[in-house]
Structure formats: structure tokens, C-alpha cells
């Protein structure tokens, strides 16, 4: 089979010449280029955690172990810099236990 390069002129002629590269698709990416590059992103592992213990309480798993994944969420949120904006989170489904606890 033989293939002649008129596709690739007709990709640079609708693209203004430029090539894409990879690269700058994974800058735009950036869930996908660090889930590619192992990095996880901080805000994705906070509401992981955030959302496993929401889960872990939902199934009717001990209470502590959901308790584990909200306090390793906000020690993950301190360590972003992003504690402001989850500690209310994590302190509303603390109380929650608590309130559980109780009763």
C-alpha cells in the first residue's frame, strides 16, 4: 500500500500550519496529564476522600472509617493550601458523626 502525504497537507492547511503535539493537549488536559504522569491532582484526592467517607456512611460502615477518610482529606487539603475552602466540608460531616453517635 502506498501513502502519499495529501492528507497531511489538507491537516496543515485547515490547522494554519501548525502541528499539534502531544504535549500541549496534556497542558490542556490537565486531569488527564496528571492521571498519565501519576500526579494526582490535590482537589481530585480531596473530594475522592471526601466522597468515600460520604460512601463508607451510606453502606452502613463503621462510623470511624468514614471518619479516617474526612480527617486524610483535610491533612490533604492543609498540605495543598486549599484548608479554607474544605475544613467547613470536613467540620459539617465531622458534626454529622457526631450528631450520629449520639442517637
Same mark, same amino acid.
Given at each position: 500500500?502506498?501513502?502519499?502525504d495529501q492528507e497531511s497537507d489538507s491537516f496543515r492547511? +485547515?490547522?494554519?500550519? #501548525?502541528?499539534?503535539?502531544?504535549?500541549?493537549? !496534556? #497542558?490542556?488536559?490537565?486531569?488527564?496529564?496528571?492521571?498519565?504522569?501519576? @500526579?494526582? %491532582?490535590?482537589?481530585?484526592?480531596? &473530594?475522592?476522600?471526601?466522597?468515600?467517607? %460520604?460512601?463508607?456512611l451510606k453502606q452502613g460502615v463503621d462510623p470511624s472509617? !468514614?471518619? !479516617?477518610?474526612?480527617? &486524610?482529606?483535610?491533612? !490533604?487539603?492543609?498540605?495543598?493550601?486549599? @484548608?479554607?475552602?474544605?475544613?467547613?466540608?470536613? @467540620? +459539617?460531616?465531622l458534626a454529622d458523626l457526631e450528631r450520629l453517635r449520639?442517637?
Amino acid at each position: 500500500m502506498i501513502v502519499r502525504d495529501q492528507e497531511s497537507d489538507s491537516f496543515r492547511q +485547515i490547522y494554519g500550519g #501548525h502541528a499539534l503535539r502531544l504535549e500541549r493537549l !496534556a #497542558h490542556n488536559l490537565p486531569g488527564y496529564a496528571s492521571f498519565v504522569k501519576g @500526579e494526582p %491532582d490535590p482537589r481530585e484526592r480531596i &473530594q475522592k476522600l471526601l466522597v468515600t467517607g %460520604d460512601n463508607r456512611l451510606k453502606q452502613g460502615v463503621d462510623p470511624s472509617k !468514614a471518619r !479516617a477518610s474526612y480527617e &486524610q482529606a483535610l491533612a !490533604a487539603a492543609v498540605e495543598a493550601g486549599l @484548608e479554607e475552602s474544605v475544613r467547613p466540608l470536613v @467540620e +459539617i460531616r465531622l458534626a454529622d458523626l457526631e450528631r450520629l453517635r449520639r442517637e
